[in-house]
């Protein structure tokens, strides 16, 4: 552009197109409207008319690579700083993460698991605690803790969740049906809320939240606000893995253990290695693993590849479904969401897979977990 614009008296504006023309002008033509300007603008500052067409000549053969290899560049430095913002501050980058999902290729969940993997405390959205978005924290040794936000529970509109945070400025809540009252919440409201977790702080665990919001009723115009004291109901403390599968439901992640470390047991007979075991292993051995199945993509240039990433309780797998065995395996390729795989290890220093020879749908020992993979092509 600047060549453009001091050699042959191109305006800025005139250099911009050139530029935009150099991105495409392979599969348009583009260039072509440039040329007799750029060599007349070039004599008429004196210089040959064949040292300007050999200009002209280097300004194509720049587009052909220069242009991705900006966009190559611009990427890398966006790549650059994501990972060193993630090395040394992976509690802020991970946060930044949450709050502008949806986003990008992986889901709340695996940004979690692999922030807490990394060492990095992360709390539950709680009623007195979380604000709309999620927030950083002091820990031990003042270390930054990560607190999810309201915005994770599903169903709780923005609007009603700044309304909670707005009104806890006077004051922290206490009781259910006081913060029915003071936020202007509905019934539904307050059940997803008590289904996420969310109340613990006011009632306990899940299922005497529940209780506490079916008795919560807005007030009778007649009747102020009041105090109410009933006895605590003897309901039965939900189970680890009830508390897994709710937490799946209303946020899409868990905090307790990962619901692989349930089904081990199950799994053990299959012989199933843990991500955390492949780097110790040897190239080319054979192989069975299995996870929840987290994305799947087959790009357009890859020659119907299926490239999948599984998740177990220590870390990510990544396999390779070659289109062959993709259409004999086609039903568990596409409706597993505990994916098994028997295949053999591919190991080229730190790159890790799985290529895949047999794929087995497990999707059964889940019950009621609701866990989606992200499908890409």
């Known amino acids: 552009m600047q060549l453009a614009v001091v050699a042959a008296g191109f305006t800025p504006g005139e250099a911009d197109r050139l530029r935009r023309a150099m991105a495409a002008w392979k599969r348009r033509g583009g260039?072509?409207?440039f040329e007799d300007k750029l060599i007349n603008g070039m004599r008429e500052r004196g210089y040959d008319e064949d040292f300007a067409r050999q200009i002209f000549r280097?300004?194509?053969?720049?587009?052909?690579?220069g242009f991705p290899e900006s966009h190559s560049a611009s990427f890398a430095l966006l790549v650059y700083v994501s990972c060193w913002l993630k090395c040394h501050t992976p509690a802020a980058f991970t946060c930044a993460l949450l709050n502008s999902q949806p986003m990008g290729f992986y889901s709340a969940s695996q940004l979690v698991q692999d922030v807490r993997r990394h060492g990095v405390e992360v709390r539950a959205v709680g009623i007195n605690d979380s604000d709309w978005d999620c927030t950083l924290e002091a820990g031990k040794e003042n270390a930054a803790v990560l607190r999810l936000g309201l915005r994770m529970v599903k169903g709780l509109s923005e609007n009603t969740g700044r309304r909670i945070v707005a009104e806890r400025k006077n004051g922290a809540y206490r009781q259910v049906q006081q913060l029915l009252e003071r936020a202007h919440l509905d019934q539904r409201e307050l059940g997803v809320l008590?289904?996420?977790?969310?109340l613990r702080a006011l009632s306990g665990d899940r299922h005497k939240a529940r209780w506490a919001v079916a008795g919560a009723e807005k007030p009778m115009p007649l009747f102020q606000s009041m105090d109410r004291y009933e006895a605590a109901p003897l309901l039965k403390k939900p189970t680890e893995?009830?508390?897994i599968v709710a937490d799946y439901q209303s946020t899409g992640l868990t905090l307790e253990r990962h619901p692989m470390c349930l089904l081990r047991?199950?799994?053990?007979?299959y012989d199933y290695a843990t991500a955390e075991r492949l780097p110790g292993m040897n190239n080319g051995q054979r192989i069975n693993v299995a996870g929840l199945v987290i994305t799947k993509q087959r790009p357009g240039t890859a020659s119907g590849v299926t490239f999948v990433t599984l998740e177990d309780e220590t870390g990510q797998i990544n396999l390779i479904v070659w289109k062959k065995v993709a259409e004999e395996f086609r039903s568990a390729l596409l409706n597993a969401r505990l994916l098994g795989i028997a295949g053999e290890l591919q190991i080229e220093g730190k790159l890790i897979h799985v290529i895949a020879q047999q794929l087995f749908d497990h999707t059964e020992m889940l019950g009621g977990l609701s866990v989606r993979s992200r499908d890409f092509r």
């Open 31 to 33: 260039l072509d409207p």
């Open 58 to 65: 280097q300004i194509k053969g720049f587009g052909e690579y």
């Open 194 to 198: 008590a289904t996420s977790g969310a």
């Open 241 to 243: 893995g009830q508390n």
């Open 265 to 269: 047991s199950n799994l053990d007979r």
